[in-house]
């Protein structure tokens, strides 16, 4: 700070508010002193020099934090300071006060707001894509076709409806297991093999009835899926109240409050609730918000549209005119799995955020569910462990509670109960993709098992060269190589498989 000596030269000092300050005092002095002020006592005077000092320091903090330019700051300064500017932005005051990183340096580029870059990345990606759509549009017309989807058949895969309804029988039964137990009329480890039973037929009946239907893909994945997650909740109801059916039996009580009792009501609305873990109450919401329900239907449908689109315009063709990537020459394999990539990617893109933000939040809001944590920020994961941790919490967190630490508990070690979690997800990614398409050459279960290698791989890049590289390589292994390739390497068994059928 710099302020005028006696002299009217201009001195620097340390703190440039204690000296604005010592102006105003000063200014203050000299105006009374040539009476242009009234008498005032002396309480009235250090109220003044008060109030003064804390305009001129909250004048100081708005010019220190950059939160005023030149003109707005001298226009908020003359209302605070009742039009008396002499002493705001003078030449002497300076302009630099601290040390300083630009928003683009490497040390402030993760503090800054990206919100405007953000948008500007929003615009070129609409501009640019849309200029494609339009190319391949004109150049080879109106490529979509549904009979991958719903075939010629689709109206006699009514058996497939059938059993997604006959499904409900399960939880019933599961329920009737329970209820069992709590009076009385079986033992423990009778319930158990009950439940095992129930839990396995759960998921070969379903398999069988898709195997012998010649059902549309569409329709045998819906079912596999379902299928899936009713046996997760499955499991999760049975081990869930076996555990609390222990602690309430025990003497010493973690919680003194824990009691088991059997509920259909609970048992229903988990059944249908957007979560994998059983538990006899969930937080819950005021209300329903009907106009955002029916807006983020909306947007359901617009990107359901979207990701049927790309795949048949985009996705298809380049499918269709490719060789199966392990027979060949193996530039042309990478190639097509390059070009697959970009398209890839934006289904999806559009699948996550279909599923797992606007259907899974519309189920919330509709059954008044409150914690709707379904996802964290897995595009910002360091490693694919972090990855498989954040991308889907609801199957995560059944992991976790079911698994993992399960076999913490009967002393597995961590590595082995780590490859244990990934052998259940291999075995189900698989089952949703072998049984609609007819083929069991396993290469979901080889995708998913080969994660485990990369999970170790990830976390030491890391740790050696820093989050950036992790993330890097999550990307690369997860939009170039993983997805495209299985892609390809399904439709073209699923091709041979139909063309050996012929």
């Given amino acids: 700070m710099a302020v005028l000596d006696s002299g009217g030269v201009a001195v620097p000092t340390e703190n440039g ?20 002020l009234p008498d005032t006592s002396p309480s009235d005077d250090v109220g003044a020099a008060a109030a003064e000092r804390d305009r001129v320091d909250s004048a100081a903090e708005e010019e220190a934090q950059g939160t005023a330019n030149l003109a707005g700051g001298d226009a908020e300064t003359r209302e605070s300071a009742g039009g008396d500017v002499r002493f705001t932005y003078r030449p002497s005051v300076p302009a630099h006060r601290r040390t300083r990183e630009s928003p683009l340096s490497s040390d402030a580029i993760f503090k800054q707001s990206h919100a405007g870059l953000f948008n500007l990345c929003v615009v070129v990606l609409v501009a640019v894509n849309s200029r494609l759509i339009i190319e391949n549009l004109m150049k080879y017309g109106w490529l979509i076709r549904t009979d991958f989807w719903f075939s010629s058949t689709s109206l006699r895969d009514w058996p497939l409806f059938m059993c997604c309804l006959s499904l409900s029988v399960f939880p019933l039964a599961a329920f009737t297991v329970e209820k069992m137990v709590l009076q009385k009329f079986i033992s423990e480890p009778v319930a158990i093999i009950l439940h095992v039973i129930i ?40 081990h869930t109240s076996y555990d609390i059916r222990t602690l309430a039996n025990s003497a010493d009580k973690v919680d003194p409050e824990i009691s088991y009792y059997v509920s259909l009501k609970s048992l229903a609305y988990f059944m249908v609730a957007p979560t994998l873990c059983y538990q006899p109450s969930y937080p819950r919401s005021p209300c329903i918000r009907k106009g955002w329900v029916a807006r983020q239907f909306a947007k359901l449908v617009i990107f359901t549209g979207l990701m049927g689109f790309i795949i048949e315009q985009y996705i298809n063709p380049i499918v269709r005119n490719s060789k199966h990537p392990l027979k060949g020459d193996l530039l042309y394999a990478i190639e097509r799995v390059l070009k697959l990539s970009v398209p890839n990617l934006y289904v999806w893109l559009c699948m996550f955020y279909c599923f ?22 897995w595009w910002n994961a360091k490693s694919v462990g972090d990855y498989w941790r954040m991308w889907n919490m609801p199957v995560h967190k059944w992991m976790v509670r079911h698994v993992y630490f399960p076999c913490l508990r009967i002393k597995i070690p961590k590595v082995p109960a780590i490859i244990i979690a990934f052998l259940v997800s ?40 820093g989050s950036m590289v992790g993330n890097m390589i999550f990307w690369f292994s997860f939009c170039i190589f993983g997805q495209p390739m299985c892609v390809l390497l399904y439709y073209h068994d699923l091709m041979n498989r139909k063309g050996s059928m012929s």
């Fill in 356 to 377: 797992f933000h606007l259907w899974l939040n519309i189920l919330a809001e509709l059954l008044c569910f409150g914690d709707r944590e379904f996802y964290k920020d």
């Fill in 426 to 465: 291999a075995v189900f990614h698989e089952l949703c993709i072998a049984v609609p398409c007819r083929l069991f050459n396993l290469w979901a279960f080889m995708g998913i098992m080969f994660q485990v290698p990369l999970v170790f791989i990830t976390n030491f890049l890391q740790e050696r060269f």
């Fill in 199 to 238: 839990t396995l037929t759960e998921v070969l009946y379903p398999v069988y009835v898709t195997l012998r239907c010649d059902s549309a893909f569409l329709s045998g994945v819906t079912l596999m899926l379902l299928t899936c997650i009713v046996w997760l909740k499955l499991v999760s109801y049975a």
């Fill in 17 to 36: 508010v204690a000296d604005l300050d010592r102006l105003h005092r000063r200014k203050s002095r000299s105006d009374s002193s040539n009476g242009l």
